[in-house]
């Protein structure tokens, strides 16, 4: 079997696992009525969505981890179907799933219901996770440090790698996150850059790397079986911030992270809609850059529907996946 046809066929089991066990997940969190909060700022459209379950990024998690660690356990008799290298994602995926599990738990059942944990006590936990990734990447994987388009040799970055590699994915998790506020947004963007850098592992020959992302790309779609319009559950922190963590793991393992910014352009848009809001309120003394941040928060105030901000967003990332991954032909 062919890698690329390989590769597709752990998306569809991915997603026949993921749609499989994604009811018997519902009624669970149904039954413990883990429902989602809503914020008093949002749109008033949303105060419908109060008490859908959440949490649902387990949901896409677990199919995922038990492909990985089954197809590396296969190595002991001999086949060779997953290498060790996708262990790195996989520690991302799960490191930051549980931070995110903690945070939608504290938001839900916790002291600070409605707002989950402190910024600053999440933000540290990030950045020592992404400084232990980003010293794995470095130290063990000895990764390629930086590919620019045009440019046909490898960048040095030398120590500045482990703090610039912590930030990329620091800032790729919240990215993400900030993404999640649509239904089947996080979901169709984060499905689309894991198949864009799949098929940029696929061309650099790093094949169990492009294994890893379609089988996420799989387990994605089946997350939006139940995640699109109207939403039966939301992916949660749980699921956002791993999703962007290990979408940055596997950039940073492909040396292509230089396009991270066009090929993940929803997400970039959303995290700096947020920064310029913040910033420009801050300088204006009160005043608003957009009328409400996230961007597509901005979109939905100016009267656009949920639906076409989800579908004309994922327009923008397909297009913006298709040109990341001309530049890396380049």
């Not at 599990?101 to 944990?117: F, H, S």
Request: proline share 4%.
């Amino acid at each position: 079997m062919s890698n690329s046809a390989l590769a597709l066929s752990l998306a569809g089991l991915a997603f026949m696992m993921t749609v499989i066990w994604g009811g018997p997940l519902l009624r669970i969190l149904r039954h413990f009525k883990i429902g989602k909060q809503i914020r008093v700022e949002e749109p008033g459209k949303h105060f419908v969505k109060m008490g859908t379950p959440t949490i649902g990024g387990v949901m896409i998690i677990l199919p995922v981890a038990l492909i990985t660690v089954l197809l590396n356990a296969v190595s002991l008799i001999g086949m060779k179907v997953l290498g060790k290298s996708v262990l790195v994602p996989l520690a991302a995926m799960l490191g930051f799933a549980v931070l995110g599990a903690l945070d939608d738990w504290e938001g839900i059942r916790g002291n600070r219901k409605g707002e989950g944990m402190r910024i600053r006590t999440k933000l540290i936990a990030q950045i020592v996770l992404a400084l232990g990734l980003a010293a794995v990447l470095r130290y063990m994987l000895d990764v390629p440090d930086l590919f620019i388009p045009g440019i046909h040799f490898e960048i040095e970055l030398g120590w500045l790698y482990i703090p610039i590699a912590g930030f990329v994915i620091v800032a790729m998790s919240n990215a993400v996150n900030f993404t999640d506020g649509l239904d089947g947004l996080a979901g169709l963007i984060s499905a689309t850059v894991f198949a864009a850098y799949g098929g940029v592992a696929l061309m650099q020959g790093q094949v169990f790397i492009a294994r890893f992302c379609f089988t996420m790309v799989g387990a994605l779609f089946g997350f939006l079986w139940f995640n699109v319009h109207p939403a039966q559950l939301f992916m949660g922190d749980t699921g956002s911030l791993s999703l962007g963590a290990t979408i940055a793991v596997i950039a940073l393992m492909t040396g292509q992270w230089a396009i991270l910014p066009v090929i993940a352009v929803i997400p970039v848009s959303e995290a700096l809609s947020d920064v310029i809001q913040i910033v420009y309120f801050r300088i204006t003394h009160g005043r608003r850059f957009f009328k409400m941040a996230p961007l597509h928060l901005h979109f939905e105030l100016l009267g656009w529907s949920e639906m076409q901000i989800v579908q004309r967003f994922w327009l923008i990332g397909l297009l913006a996946a298709m040109l990341g991954i001309g530049l890396v032909m380049v």
